[in-house]
């Protein structure tokens, strides 16, 4: 029972890289494809870029802010 917490803790660092990588390539793709569709190169393609960054960054920060808070229950305000 020890170990799961650890090995919990392990799958969740695990995911911080991959969620801000595929948060960019999705806002990325995004933008390429309706830039494809409107012919409106490269504007789309730099906002939505530019939202798949931030997007990935706000849920880097959201999971740093719930490894901070700790899993106990005991957190004082729900993110």
């Known amino acids: 029972m020890a170990d799961k917490p650890l090995f919990r803790q392990l799958?969740?660092?695990s995911t911080i890289g991959l969620n801000l990588v595929l948060a960019t390539f999705?806002?990325?793709a995004m933008g390429y494809g309706l830039d494809k569709l409107f012919n409106t190169s490269p504007w789309f393609t730099i906002i939505f870029l530019m939202l798949g960054i931030i997007a990935g960054f706000l849920e880097l920060i959201?999971?740093?802010r719930k490894t901070y808070d700790g899993d106990d229950g005991n957190n004082k305000k729900d993110i």
Do not use: K, N
Request: hydrophobic share 65%; no cysteine.
């Open 11 to 13: 799958l969740e660092a």
């Open 26 to 28: 999705v806002g990325l």
């Open 62 to 64: 959201r999971m740093a």
